[in-house]
């Protein structure tokens, strides 16, 4: 089980970006953590080895990614995964059958996938809530409920859950509150100063941020938590590979510089995008318009590249994807590079079509990753993508 050294606390976000989990390398001083492409480690008798025996259970590379980004998260105890995905499939493996979770309806479409096909056949249960909603959330807990699981900022609506009141709720059901931080990073937003029990991450996004790996992660404070997330992250075993966790942790070196320039080009791109005519409606938390605005001022420190907009003409939302020339159409976010998606038929084409209209995510919202390119280019590229012909 690796922990987070007192030292790698003592400091601020930038320092432990790139400093957080690592004092060199042992045989050769190495500054930078090397890549252990290995699958085993020599033994010198038996039962006398330096700790490591077989590299599913522990490997020195993942090891430095996972106490950089539990320092970031302000945890003790960080979990790497082959994606976010297999991180949220650990945290599921915390319950048996019978138990019941109540999550947010408008998480990450796969995280739903997951509940919904895999885990309620093997006898969770699930009530699906609008996460903004602090009082719907509380009216869903049983006295079953193990979970309250949130994501906030959600993908792609942007709605926020109030981290501290939901918080409080699972804390009197005695249900761990487990919070996907994927969208915020822990540059903008620290779960566990809220009393989440768990942070999961998509590393595939903004900490990796340079869209060459796909990987998850859990970070938690909490002893007894990460016995348990290291028996099923051994028991499981959907560990990533030395290579991955080694993009991942050059990623991380630079997240405070990337958040910082993926939030002055979000800013100003929503401020651009709120006053065009063919944008009907904004989703952005840093826009003084959005109806969650005080709360994100009052939980997060920015609020990033991620942005939807409702152009409320599904023909011309096509058509905009297609066109812009920066802004790749891709699925994914959190890259130094523009993305731009068409949720209902990309990332979210497997949340069933009632429940994409109960939230709101029509055939005409668009969603943007804002990368960190010169903001003018990016408006002149959305410029003459809404351009009328
Ligand atoms: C991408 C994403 C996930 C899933 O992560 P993968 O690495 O694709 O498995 C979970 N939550 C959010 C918010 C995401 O954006």
């Not at 939807?308 to 802004?327: H, K, P, Q, Y």
Request: hydrophobic share 40%; net charge neutral; charged share 20%.
């Amino acid at each position: 089980m690796t922990r987070v050294a007192e030292h790698d606390l003592a400091h601020r976000f930038a320092t432990r970006s790139v400093h957080a989990g690592y004092v060199g390398d042992p045989l050769s001083g190495a500054v930078m953590a090397p890549i252990y492409q290995t699958s085993t480690y020599i033994q010198e008798g038996l039962g006398r080895h330096k700790g490591y025996e077989y590299a599913r259970t522990r490997n020195p590379t993942r090891e430095a990614l996972e106490r950089n980004v539990a320092a970031l998260e302000g945890g003790l105890h960080g979990f790497a995964f082959g994606s976010g995905l297999a991180a949220l499939d650990a945290v599921m493996k915390l319950l048996s059958a019978g138990d019941h979770v109540v999550s947010g309806e408008n998480v990450y479409g796969g995280s739903h996938r997951q509940m919904t096909h895999i885990w309620a056949r093997l006898g969770l249960t699930f009530t699906f809530v609008d996460g903004g909603d602090t009082a719907a959330v509380a009216a869903a807990v049983t006295p079953n409920t193990r979970i309250v699981y949130a994501e906030t900022p959600t993908n792609p609506m942007m709605r926020l859950c109030d981290l501290k009141a939901t918080g409080e709720i699972a804390r009197k059901a005695k249900a761990l509150f487990v919070v996907d931080n994927t969208f915020a990073t822990p540059y903008f937003q620290q779960p566990l100063q809220f009393g989440a029990d768990i942070v999961l991450h998509s590393t595939t996004k903004y900490l990796n941020g340079h869209s060459d790996m796909v990987g998850g992660m859990l970070v938690t404070t909490r002893d007894d938590l990460a016995e348990r997330l290291g028996f099923i992250q051994n028991s499981s075993g959907a560990v990533p590979g030395p290579f991955d966790c080694w993009l991942a942790l050059r990623g991380t070196k630079t997240l405070a510089l990337r958040m910082r320039q993926h939030d002055a080009n979000g800013r100003r791109v929503a401020e651009w995008l709120e006053q065009h005519p063919r944008v009907q409606r904004i989703y952005y938390p840093g826009l003084r318009s959005h109806p969650q605005h005080e709360l994100a001022s009052r939980q997060m420190k920015g609020f990033g590249g991620m942005i939807s907009i409702e152009l409320g003409d599904t023909a011309f939302a096509r058509r905009f994807v297609e066109r812009t020339r920066i802004f790749a159409l891709a699925e994914s976010l959190g890259g130094v590079e523009s993305l731009i998606g068409h949720p209902a038929s990309m990332t979210h084409a497997s949340v069933p079509p009632e429940m994409r209209r109960r939230m709101g995510l029509t055939d005409s919202l668009v969603r943007l990753s804002v990368g960190i390119e010169d903001v003018e280019d990016l408006i002149g590229d959305l410029d003459q993508a809404l351009a009328d012909d």
